[in-house]
């Protein structure tokens, strides 16, 4: 088999003796492709060695490490405060069981934004490292199975025997396939026939993904409907209501509120946030005020269940804006733009701010999609400040830093969930969380790949030999995680945690061996060189 060798792509990087000359580091910055290839919002590297001139790579890398802290707090107070509540709101008020409703929520609101956006990598007329693409998958897909895996290993956990093995099953029968599929070299300029197998195979991995989820939400609503228990129907007492509100809905004014005082109580983060750290919580209080005002959350903690019509009104008008630095397609974005538009009017005129809305739980996905955009675009941000540092400081291979030290926001956000629901005894919902985050990513691994235009005339083929290992290293972590558990009688033990982490620093170990070429990749014992 080939691999793609990315040896001789122009890095972001310079001779050591170089990093206390700024203007260098400005001109490898500003001509070098590579540099700006994960800039969504600011480009780091631009700033702080052409516009402020630092003088060495140390402030450059103390700076850098202080934005990560500020990315990373903010990402946590989105996660914790807005996200969560949203979710658990959501599977509370799905008539699913709380498996099902986290595997079939979880995975489209979190990946919305990422999976409509652009990907200019894989873009020919600027910079074509389409390997990087499937790199930042793979590693990705090997970081949700750890991180879950072991979060949930930390509080204990028992899982249905007939969930755990056909989540682990099929997810199984998607690496296989989705290994067969991009180990082949697609010519897809001079052989016509190429380009339709891709459709075909991307065909199935859609479709099967889908009569999956099908499969999912039937068996899930018929197992929640068998074992709900019938609840009777209180009659409502409609001489005591106001003149309208059989109109309105069939809940009541709260009268004992003002709307000014359900807003107060709404962005006050120092009482929100009352569980989190004093000086944290101090600090936060600014952006948790801002963000409140546009980010509905859902929750029987608060007034109305949290309840606040001028927030989902504005998040409405907030939302098509804060999904143009994601770069959704023109058709993408216009749909955004159109139904946010309706259902923002609509709410306005047909909800009462000091009454709950029959359908509560579209302002929870409303909530959930938001905060998820937030997320998303704050992970991207991560991603940047990561992959340039990393490349000026330690001149690793593009593939290896996808592999290696992307998807920290998203491993972060996926902690902070998994915990979340623990505390809140949703104990199915966490092991949905996690099989939705890596099903979502296999499955669409290869459709993402195609749609994206990673495969074009100038690659045939994306994977590398640190790709190909740490696919090797997925299947390893799958099969034994899959034979630990049952063994265990489906519970996940503290013994599964230790086990995963020292497979993780077997494998960091490795691929960094193989970098400093000490040893051969595992994925081959020669690397054949193929035109990326």
């Known amino acids: 088999m080939a691999f793609v060798d990315l040896s001789g792509v122009n890095r972001c990087s310079l001779p050591k003796e170089s990093f206390r000359n700024a203007n260098e580091t400005c001109g490898l910055a500003r001509s070098t492709l590579s540099c700006g290839s994960f800039v969504y919002l600011i480009n780091y590297l631009d700033i702080f060695f052409c516009v402020l001139k630092l003088p060495t790579i140390s402030f450059y ?9 500020v ?11 807005f996200f969560v509540p949203n979710l658990a709101a959501l599977i509370e008020f799905a008539p699913m069981t709380m498996f099902g409703s986290s595997f079939l929520l979880f995975g489209p609101t979190f990946f919305v934004s990422y999976y409509n956006s652009f990907w200019e990598i894989c873009d020919t007329r600027k910079l074509n490292l389409s390997p990087l693409q499937f790199a930042k998958i793979m590693g990705d897909i090997m970081r949700y199975i750890l991180i879950g895996f072991m979060v949930i290993c930390m509080q204990g956990y028992r899982v249905d025997g007939v969930t755990f093995w056909s989540s682990m099953f099929f997810n199984l029968t998607g690496m296989i396939y989705l290994y067969i599929v991009v180990k082949k070299s697609y010519k897809v300029d001079r052989i016509a026939a190429d380009l339709y197998l891709i459709k075909f195979r991307v065909t199935v991995f859609l479709y099967t993904f889908l009569m999956v989820l099908l499969v999912i939400f039937v068996v899930s609503h018929t197992t929640f409907q068998r074992g709900a228990v019938k609840r009777k129907q209180t009659q409502e007492n409609f001489g005591e209501m106001d003149s309208g509100d059989e109109i309105l809905g ?20 120092y009482r929100n946030m009352a569980d989190s750290n004093v000086i944290y919580r101090t600090s936060m209080m600014p952006a948790y005020f801002v963000l ?13 269940i949290g309840w606040n019509k001028y927030a989902s009104c504005l998040g409405l008008v907030i939302l098509p804006i804060m999904c ?66 990393i490349s000026m400081q330690f001149d690793v291979m593009p593939d290896m830093t996808a592999l290696m030290y992307f998807g920290v926001g998203e491993m972060f956000s996926e902690s902070i969930v998994v915990r979340c629901l623990q505390q809140r005894k949703m104990w199915d919902a966490t092991f949905g969380v996690v099989m939705s985050l890596v099903t979502y990513a296999i499955f669409l691994a290869f459709p993402l790949l195609f749609y994206q235009g990673c495969y074009n005339h100038k690659c045939s083929i994306i994977v590398t030999s640190s790709t190909e290992t740490a696919i090797h290293f997925i299947f390893l972590i799958l099969s034994t995680s899959l034979l630990h558990i049952s063994l265990s009688g489906y519970e996940f033990r503290i013994s599964l945690l230790f086990y995963l982490l020292v497979l993780a620093v077997f494998y960091v170990t490795l691929q960094w061996m193989t970098h400093y070429d000490w040893i051969l990749s595992l994925a081959t014992l020669f690397k054949n060189k193929n035109n990326d």
């Not at 069939?250 to 709404?266: D, P, V």
């Not at 409140?292 to 109305?304: A, E, G, H, Q």
């Open 292 to 304: 409140s005002n546009i980010i509905p959350v859902i929750t029987k903690d608060r007034i109305l």
């Open 61 to 69: 890398g103390l700076i850098s490490a202080f934005l990560l802290m």
């Open 71 to 81: 990315h990373l707090s903010l990402l946590f107070m989105l996660t914790k405060y």
């Open 324 to 389: 143009m630095p994601h770069g959704f397609k023109a058709a993408s974005w216009l749909i955004v733009l159109l139904t946010c538009c309706t259902l923002g009017i609509l709410t306005f005129i047909s909800t009462h701010s000091l009454r709950r809305p029959d359908n509560i739980w579209m302002f929870a996905l409303l909530g959930l999609i938001i905060s998820s955009v937030f997320i998303n675009l704050l992970s991207r941000e991560i991603e940047n400040i990561t992959y340039q540092y």
């Open 250 to 269: 069939k809940y009541q004014k709260q009268r004992a509120f003002s709307r000014r005082e359900i807003w107060l109580k709404a962005v006050n983060g």
